[in-house]
């Protein structure tokens, strides 16, 4: 499987996954066909978009193909009409939203290692990508992006686009790489949910 073909495939998986958990948070939040449309593409969407706009890559993956909308819009029917399957997984939208973190965290940091980013802002729109579309998710609902909050979010995405930045220094096969790092990612934030871990806070008295 050539590079181009494993990064789409990664693109449009997450795209999918995150469409999921924008569509599941439109549900639980009892909004109507319209708005569990908005935010599946808004969590589909954003991440990418954000990369390959800080990356100049235009148009942005996202508008230029149907692929990646398609993949978004079929999330949110998937949902429509099957979310209480999907709410019996579970912490679903968790889950969901794990996956895709992990997805994109590896595709941002792959695609800004093509365009010839150092390794150190490869790592930076490895994370833009992951967390973007959870953020712009969430607050289109009035919510606290989940990147600000106590739980490891943009940490887990960070280690997953590690993965890839050290497997390319070293010459490994992208493909497992990519692979590794999405699931380190994935499994940490679950973990993290599950377990309750907590980014590292400054010491001392706040205030």
């Given amino acids: 499987m050539s590079p181009d073909l494993t990064l789409t495939l ?9 469409g999921l958990s924008g569509a599941m948070l439109a549900v ?7 708005g569990i449309a908005v935010l599946a593409v808004a969590a589909a969407l954003s991440g990418g978009m954000l990369r390959d706009m800080a990356l100049g890559a235009t148009p942005v993956a996202a508008l ?6 398609l993949a978004a819009l079929a999330a949110a029917i998937c949902v429509f009409f099957a979310h209480r399957l999907i709410e019996k997984l579970s912490k679903p939208v968790m889950v969901l939203d794990a996956i895709g973190l992990g997805l994109f965290a590896v595709s941002g940091a792959r695609k800004a290692l093509d365009y010839g980013l150092d390794p150190l802002p ?9 967390v973007g579309g959870g953020a712009v998710r969430d607050l289109l609902v009035a919510e606290v992006p989940r990147v600000l909050r106590e739980e490891v979010y943009a940490l887990a995405a960070l280690l997953g686009a590690v993965v890839v930045v050290i ?6 096969d992208p493909l497992w790489t990519l692979i590794l790092g999405a699931a380190l990612a994935a499994l940490v934030r679950i973990l993290s949910v599950l377990r309750g871990w907590q980014a590292p806070k400054a010491p001392g008295p706040k205030g």
């Fill in 122 to 130: 490869a790592l930076v729109l490895g994370v833009l990508t992951a």
């Fill in 167 to 172: 497997g390319d220094r070293l010459g490994a």
């Fill in 10 to 18: 990664l693109d449009l998986t997450g795209t999918f996954v995150f």
């Fill in 28 to 34: 639980r939040r009892d909004l109507d066909v319209f």
């Fill in 64 to 69: 230029g193909t149907s692929h990646y909308l």
